[in-house]
């Protein structure tokens, strides 16, 4: 597979499930993202992992943990979400984050529905 | 406050030329970019901006003014496969992306 894959591309959970999403790059980059996508809004950065580091936390709520085990994986790990956490969620990748006009690659997203 | 804005929902016909305007305030700025998001799909780079002026590819040109804060993507000959959104994002003096809601394009027959 070539791009940014992201599993899976629909999941529905009630608030007191644990899920996970999943994000692979296959482009060798180093820069990984999370972005949330609500309808009519503005894309969200949630995380920003560079060489498997974090280097960005956007005061997102605990309920999301992220993981990035190496350079090309990267999780959403979901716990006790709410309804109004529904939404896309949007995995990206690009060669460098840190300065520079960096390209983003995206996934499809994970259409995630809270019940 | 860092804001972006472009119109939510345009219609334009097959064959025409359409303008999706964008105007940026960011603190700094260090380029304006251009996504297309088909319905379901991944949003995909278009264009990138930094210096003022027109630049072109193939059927899509983005124009920058960055003593206005205004960008544009021109989409000429347009073909029902444009139908999707166009997102602007500007880069500010941190290199922080800024990003628009989207202008959702639709194309009539």
């Known amino acids: 597979e070539t791009g940014v894959t992201q599993t899976p591309r629909h999941l529905v959970m009630g608030m007191t499930n644990k899920k996970s999403l999943k994000c692979e790059q296959h482009l060798g980059h180093n820069a990984m993202y999370w972005y949330k996508q609500s309808a009519k809004k503005p894309l969200e950065l949630m995380f920003v992992?560079?060489?498997?580091?974090?280097?960005e936390n956007n005061s997102v709520p605990s309920r999301f943990s992220p993981e990035c085990p190496n350079s090309s994986h990267l999780f959403l790990h979901l716990h006790t979400l709410q309804p109004e956490d529904s939404a896309l969620y949007l995995c990206a990748s690009s060669q460098d984050p840190l300065g520079g006009a960096n390209v983003l690659t995206f996934g499809a997203g994970s259409r995630l529905t809270v019940l | 406050g860092q804001n972006i804005d472009q119109p939510t929902e345009m219609t334009a016909t097959e064959g025409a030329i359409v303008q999706i305007n964008c105007t940026y305030q960011?603190?700094?700025?260090?380029?304006l970019f251009w996504y297309q998001q088909h319905a379901g799909e991944a949003p995909t780079f278009l264009s990138y901006n930094v210096l003022d002026g027109l630049e072109e590819k193939g059927r899509f040109s983005s124009f920058l003014s960055r003593s206005k804060g205004y960008s544009y993507l021109l989409l000429k000959e347009l073909q029902m496969k444009d139908s999707a959104s166009y997102l602007c994002a500007a880069l500010d003096s941190n290199y922080q992306l800024i990003w628009g809601a989207g202008t959702k394009l639709i194309i009539k027959p």
């Open positions: 960011t603190s700094g700025f260090n380029g």
């Open positions: 992992y560079s060489l498997e580091e974090r280097v």
